[in-house]
């Protein structure tokens, strides 16, 4: 099979030993639209490839029944499928039905199981054991409340879907989010210990390139192969953040303007829909 292919609204790219990183809806150009001009927000899914089984990670935006598990299928070669999902919004579990005879592995904090008959609750320090690759679970919470992280230390390989942003971080609606994230950091951090060779695996992998996205402050700094350092720098902003001085300006999100949420950025920068020279009060 090549390292490289299309199928339906999905390509596939073998991007890492038996790691594919498979990307929805098929972006019509660098700047994240359509040719009509609407924006498009592709997702970023995995397949982690072992001997008897691949692990899916996250089933991306709703497309049409089957799409997603034709090209799974196609990789996996036979081979027993699971999925793990990273957190409950609509572009990390569109395809899920697809997966409808498969183990889901998901975060009991974000999924009602009473909806997955082959739904399996993980919480913090599970394990998904495929053969060669062992992933433990790390809870992660901001970006959602149930946010997952999946951790493979033999093959330095960290699916963050969007716990920790591909290029910036969205953290949504919960009381006192800003420790919530501030602890999550130092969890993910403390599970890495000194893991200088770990390879992000994030939820959008589109924003990561060095060309201007659509939606993404030309300002936010540009991240094409996140590290460890980048939590760092998130530790460095929540900080400054904290303490009064992470700089900041106005901010819309995509024609939106909204009081009830905040994106933050690495290399202690912090964007808001606040004008005005105070930080934000989260």
């Not at 639209?33 to 982690?48: R, T």
């Not at 970006?143 to 716990?163: E, I, K, N, R, V």
């Amino acid at each position: 099979m090549n390292s490289y292919f299309e199928m339906g609204p999905y390509s596939a790219e073998l991007i890492l030993p038996d790691v594919w990183h498979v990307q929805d809806a098929t972006i019509a150009n660098p700047a994240g639209e359509h040719h009509d001009g609407s924006f498009n927000n592709p997702s970023s899914i995995y397949v982690i490839e072992d001997d008897h089984k691949v692990l899916v990670i996250d089933a991306g935006n709703p497309h049409e029944k089957g799409a997603l598990r034709t090209i799974v299928n196609q990789i996996a070669q036979g081979r027993v499928i699971e999925v793990a999902i990273t957190h409950n919004h609509f572009d990390h579990v569109g395809q899920l039905a697809d997966f409808d005879d498969c183990t889901l592995y998901l975060p009991l904090k974000d999924f009602d199981l009473t909806h997955y008959p082959n739904g399996k609750g993980i919480q913090d320090q599970d394990q998904i054991r495929l053969g060669r690759h062992t992933f433990v679970c790390i809870e992660t919470p901001g970006h959602t409340a149930g946010s997952m992280c999946y951790y493979d230390a033999c093959h330095h390989l960290l699916a963050t879907g969007d716990a920790f942003g591909s290029s910036y971080v969205w953290l949504l609606f919960l009381d006192d989010v800003l420790n919530i994230y501030a602890r999550s950091l130092e969890h993910v951090l403390g599970c890495l210990q000194e893991d200088e060779q770990v390879e992000f695996l994030c939820g959008h992998r589109y924003q990561q390139q060095i060309q201007p996205v659509k939606g993404i402050h030309p300002l936010s700094p540009k991240n094409p192969h996140m590290t460890r350092q980048y939590l760092l720098d998130m530790q460095t902003l929540v900080r400054q953040i904290q303490n009064g001085e992470a700089t900041h300006h106005e901010f819309e999100a995509f024609g939106r303007k909204d009081d009830l949420a905040a994106y933050t950025y690495g290399q202690a920068e912090i964007d808001t829909y606040l004008a005005g020279s105070q930080p934000i009060k989260l």
